[in-house]
């Protein structure tokens, strides 16, 4: 029998408990908004006080299910089933954690490893509750041979700051990919310069993924030296880590030489939109101007606007973008099409500039 058809057997039980349209409700704005708080925590920069309402909304959902307790699980299976997504999952993996339900907990680490591009749901439900509550199934995960469930355990260590201690070690040779790469960046975050030996013999690495953390890591405990080449070639291939890159780069300085390094990416088409959006991360808030410049070039412009929030918070709110690209010009129509980002509209910057006095 379906999710579905078991929601249509009569139950007064639960129909006395639970009001079924509102409990259903409440599984799908919980799911809902934590993906939104994902996607918005993925941006860059991220705009953290809408992060904070959107998981304000969030924790109201989740206290409601609290309340309904085993009586939600018809209506978490039923979303799961028509849309196995992240935030599903992620609902799915909370409530069985919140009840301590073995079977559901083994339940949404097999939905995971099923899809495991969607496998960050459940790391995420991992990481929303708190370090004493996940702490008996991460210590038994850790040391697992299960690979998938070492690198939940690793996960969850990560985004709670939790050190593993000797287990690190072995961690970061272990067999599977992404549990080394998510080690390595778990000794960076808790600077354990006791594993620089083990953190810089990661750079040999044919794996992408643990050759970056590894040089993050080495630059996150004062290695530098040896972080900066991994670094920089991860920049220049422009690939899904680039930005983590470019930022490890920037921390590393110095800043004149930082800049100029830039200025040698901003020759390349290729790169160019990288060094716009490096050029924001060094904090520097008399470039104005020139950011406006490059917001005229369609190719540019989104790396500008991401440059102009992270110099300038303040501008979140000054209705400075559009997400319409024929608005700005025929050339951002050709470029973006009809459903382009959030674009910066360079009039508006600059009107704006000056209204504050960023400008002359």
Known sequence: MTAAARLNQPDITVQ???????????????A?????????????????KVIAGVDRRLEANLDALRIAGPAAWPFIIAAYEDFPEEGELFLYGWVAIEQTDGR???????????????????????????????????RNWIASKDEFKRYLAVAACLDHGVDPKDLL????????????????????????ADLVREIAAALESQDEPVRLWSA??????????????????????????????????????????????????????????LAVRGAGMLGDRTI??????????????????????ELFPEARDADLFTLDPAEIGQAFKEYFGDFGPNVPVADRVMAWGRATALLA
């Open 104 to 138: 559901r907990i083994l339940e949404a680490v097999e939905l995971a490893r099923a899809r495991e591009d969607e496998a960050r749901g459940l790391v995420g439900a991992l990481a929303w509750h708190q370090a004493k509550t996940i702490g008996p199934l991460v």
């Open 288 to 309: 104005l101007n020139w950011l406006i410049h490059q917001m005229r070039n369609p190719a540019l412009a989104v790396a500008a606007g991401s440059a102009l929030l």
């Open 216 to 273: 993050w890591a080495l630059n996150e405990l004062g290695f530098a030296i040896l972080a900066q080449p991994e670094l920089q070639k991860q920049v220049l291939a422009n690939g899904p880590n680039a930005m983590t890159a470019l930022r490890a780069i920037v921390k590393i300085g110095p800043d004149k030489d930082v800049r100029t390094w830039m200025g040698g990416l901003l020759k390349s088409p290729d790169t160019a939109p």
């Open 16 to 30: 006395k408990q639970i009001v079924p349209d509102i409990v259903r409700q409440h599984v799908e704005q919980a």
């Open 169 to 192: 070690v072995r961690l970061i040779r272990d067999p599977d990919v992404r549990v080394r790469a998510t080690s390595l960046r778990l000794a960076g975050k808790l600077k354990r």
């Open 32 to 48: 809902f908004f934590w993906a939104q708080r994902d996607m918005l925590a993925a941006e860059e920069p991220p705009d953290e």
